[in-house]
């Protein structure tokens, strides 16, 4: 079965610091990855998602980047945090096909202080 | 561009109460629809969905039907229970594409 891994479960950083988060998918070859960030009390926005390796399409302007190096492995970086980056980050895979559910991982809490 | 309108809420209901958030879509085509629940302190778990028009997706007492006239996806659960408080989110289509999200509160 396939199971996805995000990690660490919490993070707090300094304003200015750099910021990696790291996602993996066991259990499916080639599947399509997505970054969303879930601000306080409100709904998912898609940051990144990509169909393949090196395959990285950015939905909204912003302090972050995301690569993905390997099939099932996806990161999410930046190499400044600025306050506003605070979050709920949650990373989620789905099939390589269109319309189709994606599956997501325990997500990351991150505080920027 | 897709776009997802759920109502806001918070909705706080009393143990058995009936359920129903309303959601509704826009989008080129007919995309899947999909429910989502989120615990605190959770990832998304998928509730239910429903690929094509009249489609009724179904799982833990939850019902939505994919009506196509009205492009909407309500949530329905005739007798909630205290754990079914959660945050419930609905979803269409390719890169899925989410609504705001719904709080639910049921107190006993």
């Given at each position: 079965?396939?199971?996805?891994?995000?990690?660490?479960?919490?993070?707090?950083q300094?304003?200015?610091?750099?910021?990696?988060?790291?996602?993996?998918v066991?259990?499916?070859?080639?599947?399509?990855?997505?970054?969303?960030?879930?601000?306080?009390?409100?709904g998912?926005?898609?940051?990144?998602?990509?169909?393949?390796?090196?395959?990285?399409?950015?939905?909204?302007?912003?302090?972050?980047?995301?690569?993905?190096?390997?099939?099932?492995?996806?990161?999410?970086?930046?190499?400044?945090?600025?306050?506003?980056?605070?979050?709920?980050?949650?990373?989620?895979?789905?099939?390589?096909?269109?319309?189709?559910?994606?599956?997501?991982?325990?997500?990351t809490?991150?505080?920027?202080? | 561009?897709?776009?997802?309108?759920?109502?806001?809420?918070?909705?706080?209901?009393?143990?058995?109460?009936?359920?129903?958030?309303?959601?509704?879509?826009?989008?080129?085509?007919?995309?899947?629809?999909?429910?989502y629940?989120?615990?605190?302190?959770?990832?998304?778990?998928?509730?239910?969905?429903?690929?094509k028009?009249?489609?009724?997706?179904?799982?833990?007492?939850?019902?939505?039907?994919?009506?196509?006239?009205t492009?909407?996806?309500?949530?329905e659960?005739?007798s909630?229970?205290v754990?079914?408080?959660?945050?419930?989110?609905?979803?269409?289509?390719?890169?899925?594409?989410?609504?705001?999200?719904?709080?639910?509160?049921?107190?006993?």
């Amino acid at each position: 079965s396939q199971t996805i891994h995000q990690w660490p479960a919490t993070l707090v950083q300094p304003v200015g610091s750099p910021l990696s988060l790291e996602c993996t998918v066991e259990g499916t070859s080639n599947p399509n990855l997505y970054w969303y960030r879930q601000a306080a009390g409100r709904g998912l926005q898609l940051l990144f998602y990509s169909v393949g390796i090196g395959q990285i399409s950015s939905e909204v302007p912003q302090n972050l980047s995301a690569s993905r190096p390997q099939d099932r492995q996806f990161i999410l970086s930046s190499k400044k945090l600025l306050l506003s980056d605070s979050g709920f980050y949650l990373c989620a895979w789905s099939a390589a096909v269109l319309n189709t559910e994606a599956f997501f991982g325990q997500g990351t809490r991150l505080t920027v202080v | 561009g897709n776009s997802v309108t759920q109502m806001e809420g918070p909705v706080t209901l009393s143990e058995e109460a009936f359920l129903t958030i309303n959601c509704t879509y826009t989008a080129t085509g007919y995309p899947s629809l999909f429910w989502y629940v989120q615990y605190p302190g959770e990832g998304l778990q998928l509730l239910l969905k429903a690929t094509k028009a009249d489609d009724k997706g179904s799982n833990k007492g939850f019902e939505a039907t994919y009506r196509k006239e009205t492009t909407s996806f309500h949530l329905e659960k005739g007798s909630v229970q205290v754990s079914d408080s959660a945050v419930y989110f609905c979803a269409s289509g390719n890169k899925l594409t989410f609504g705001g999200g719904t709080r639910v509160l049921v107190k006993p």
